[in-house]
T-cell receptor, first 112, second 112 residues
Framework: ELKVEQNPLFLSMQEGKNYTIYCNYS?????LYWYRQDPGKSLESLFV?????AVKQEGRLMASLDTKARLSTLHITAAVHDLSATYFC????????????FGTGTRLQVFP | NAGVTQTPKFRILKIGQSMTLQCTQD?????MYWYRQDPGMGLKLIYY???????DKGEVPNGYNVSRSTTEDFPLRLELAAPSQTSVYFC???????????FGPGTRLTVT
């Protein structure tokens, strides 16, 4: 059974600092997704990572995928308040294609 | 494009009542999904469809039914509502299984 774990679950960080959110998954997968959710809102797609070594960047966020280690990271550079949200990774296991399994999310708060 | 739309936005049901959550997408996407999100948790897949007339179970299908008679619509039926079905329900669509999913605004359901 595919399991997806994120850590930390909660992250409080100061503006201007850097930090990394980790997403580990338990079975073979070639596809990993990162989503953002603002409180009380729907999910917004951030990144789609489709191969080992894939790296994507958008603004202050950069995501990478290591399929051998079954690990994805979401790196935040010089955090700003607008990045405060919950971030989810989701994985599509080879044994269960088309079924995304979501992590429990990392709630990020950025303070001045 | 309206994207993915869901109705209703909010609903309160009594135990044992039934209802249908509506989901429509106008992006001509083949794949559609229903998720539930319990407080402070990630999303869990209820049912999904890879095209009109084709549906399959996700992680948590018990107590729900779906149908997909058109590409655009993917309604979720709750029969005999139970308090355990209190949750926020999200519908999503994607072009195919390897593309990002686009989420609707959600339906907040309370069963009392």
């Amino acid at each position: 059974e595919l399991k997806v774990e994120q850590n930390p679950l909660f992250l409080s960080m100061q503006e201007g600092k850097n930090y990394t959110i980790y997403c580990n998954y338990s079975t073979t997968s070639d596809r990993l997704y990162w989503y953002r959710q603002d409180p009380g809102k729907s999910l917004e797609s951030l990144f789609v990572l489709l191969s080992n070594g894939a790296v994507k960047q958008e603004g202050r966020l950069m995501a990478s995928l290591d399929t051998k280690a079954r690990l994805s990271t979401l790196h935040i550079t010089a955090a700003v308040h607008d990045l405060s949200a919950t971030y989810f990774c989701a994985v599509d296991g080879r044994a269960q294609p088309d079924k995304l399994i979501f992590g429990t999310g990392t709630r990020l708060q950025v303070f001045p | 494009n309206a994207g993915v739309t869901q109705t209703p936005k909010f609903r309160i049901l009594k135990i044992g009542q039934s209802m249908t959550l509506q989901c429509t997408q106008d992006m001509n996407h083949n794949y559609m999904y229903w998720y539930r999100q319990d407080p402070g948790m990630g999303l869990k897949l209820i049912y999904y469809s890879v095209g009109a007339g084709i549906t399959d179970k996700g992680e948590v299908p018990n107590g729900y039914n779906v149908s997909r008679s058109t590409t655009e619509d993917f309604p979720l039926r709750l029969e005999l509502a139970a308090p355990s079905q209190t949750s926020v329900y999200f519908c999503a669509s994607s072009l195919d299984g390897s593309y990002e999913q686009y989420f609707g605004p959600g339906t907040r359901l309370t069963v009392t």
